[in-house]
């Protein structure tokens, strides 16, 4: 009964297409860089900022 369940469910996903897969797996690599990049500027005007009130190098 169980398995059958399973089966019945399994046999209703859609899965995406090698396009949209290919798609969602550039957006996704594109963002992570994004993100990262920005992050990392904001870090490093934060840590100039907080050197330049701290007068340290």
């Known amino acids: ?6 089966r019945s469910e399994a ?3 859609v899965w995406p ?3 949209e897969s290919t798609r969602y797996t ?3 690599i594109i ?4 993100i990262g ?3 990392s500027t904001v870090d490093t005007i934060f840590l100039r ?3 330049l ?3 340290t190098n």
């Open 17 to 19: 297409t090698r396009e």
């Open 49 to 51: 900022l907080l050197n």
């Open 1 to 6: 009964n169980y398995l059958r369940h399973v």
């Open 37 to 39: 990049l920005y992050l």
């Open 26 to 28: 550039a957006l996704v």
């Open 53 to 55: 009130v701290l007068g």
């Open 31 to 34: 963002l992570s860089l994004t």
């Open 11 to 13: 046999s209703q996903i």
